[in-house]
């Protein structure tokens, strides 16, 4: 089977839910049988954070221990190693298997565009997957490099599309979505909670944010923000439903966060994302989903959808999602409801309410058919490789508005 090298963002920033959005590469190539090397540079100075200390360094031991730590707990056949770009200092593979890796994979897989060694050039097949449209195109990410990528492709599945205002700059950018490998979502533990709470309104829908992540980009005079302008939006949805409505939420300050409890939000720190059992458990014990999406993502009808939200649709939870244009292309309706407006909004937690085992099942095989890593890492390969995907996909009816609903 073929030798993948995957660049991404795990060790440098070892919080479960960033850690889950490249794990799941990692763990469903492996489940497919590819041979598979991880392999995450510095970037920049003092960029590896250690959650147990809350501070940045540039000892990235906190992140090997917590990559290794999931490896090892899902037998993952993948070698791991890290580089400080600075200094040279190589950890878990020498700097000679490093460069054998590179001259001998069959692809390179950087996810999200924030590593770049010269060495990459050694591998015969360079892919970009961009996470986060419009910043990525503008040049926030995947500035070292981009013209040194053979394939690219983006989160962004509407780029290119005539509603869709994300520049191309004549390249293609193929459509992917977050895979998500459902069978670590269906352990014993997991099954148990599936269908606990009934439609009981006092379970929360939940989600996990940043409030501000990492700022915004103007494009063509607009500017164009995080998630904080779209919950706003949306603050006094709470006051029009009798259903609880809970936000974990990392960088908000004291203010904002008054406004929100004011708002009848339910507030939690995000801070138990640290772990990975917490993390799946917080959203094993959620009703569903209930997010806006980035600014960014919304204004330019993106199409973008969350890899967090994937993990809700394989544990079998519902998500009401802010619209980002993804109804173009997915099913939406059952498992996954689409909203624009606050009205709409209403409309999609009374819809999930009324029939919530029914919704629960279709998210499942929304995960399952659309997101499985079985579904999008083969099609992923095989463009990187130059080759015309064999496996069939959502994304052939690409531009289609899509009326069915699962």
Known sequence: MAHIVVCGYMIRYPIAGNILAYFHYLLGLSKLGYQVVYL???????????????????NPEAGLKAVQTLIDRFDVKAKVCFINRDTGTTYGLDWDTIKQALTTAEVLLNIGGVCWLPEFKLCQRRALIDLDPLFTQLGKFAQEGLENYHTLF???VNIGQSDCIIPIHERDWHPTVPPVVPEIWTTETVIKKRFPFGT????????????KAYGGITYEGKYYDQKREEFLKFIDLPSHTSQTLELALSNVDAKEREQLEVARWQLRNSQFSENFDNYQAYITHSKGEF?????????????????????????????ILQDTGFSNWLPTGRGVLA??????????IERVNTDYPSHCRAAREIAEKVFSYKVVLPRLFEIAKGMKPS?????QNLGKRSSRSY
């Open 391 to 395: 496996i069939h996909s959502v994304f």
């Open 154 to 156: 983006s989160y962004g």
């Open 40 to 58: 995450e540079e510095s970037g920049w100075y003092q960029s590896c954070y250690d959650p147990s200390k809350q501070i940045y360094s540039d």
């Open 339 to 348: 909203f624009s407006s606050l009205e709409e909004a209403v409309v999609c």
């Open 200 to 211: 009981d309104a006092d379970i929360p829908f939940t989600t996990i944010a940043n409030w």
């Open 291 to 319: 997010s806006v999406a980035k600014q960014a993502y919304v204004k330019t009808r993106s199409g973008w959808f969350s890899d967090r939200s994937v993990c809700y649709l394989a544990a079998s939870r519902p998500a």
